[in-house]
């Protein structure tokens, strides 16, 4: 996901580059029948770039799931969300 999301910034010209871009990601298991299972996964990005870059970050994040192909494999499986903060 995170390869698709600066993908994305790197064609509007937010330069996604050199630890601009980092991301924590958080997985959730629970257990099933004695079977652990990935519930949830969030996807936390940090994005180093300028404060007038925000409104298109902004418009980045709430489409740039629907292009990953991670997030669309996994997606009826597992909750994933994302989120996003402007450093």
Do not use: Q, W
Request: hydrophobic residues 45%; contains cysteine.
């Amino acid at each position: 996901m995170v390869g698709t999301f600066g993908g994305a910034l790197a064609a509007r010209k937010i330069d996604p580059d050199n630890k601009a871009l980092t991301a924590e990601v958080r997985g959730e298991v629970e257990s099933e029948d004695g079977v652990l299972v990935i519930k949830r996964i969030h996807v936390a990005h940090k994005i180093k770039a300028p404060a007038e870059a925000r409104d298109a970050i902004e418009r980045v994040h709430s489409v740039y799931a629907k292009k990953c192909p991670i997030y669309v494999s996994l997606r009826k499986a597992i909750e994933i969300a994302s989120s996003y903060e402007l450093v």
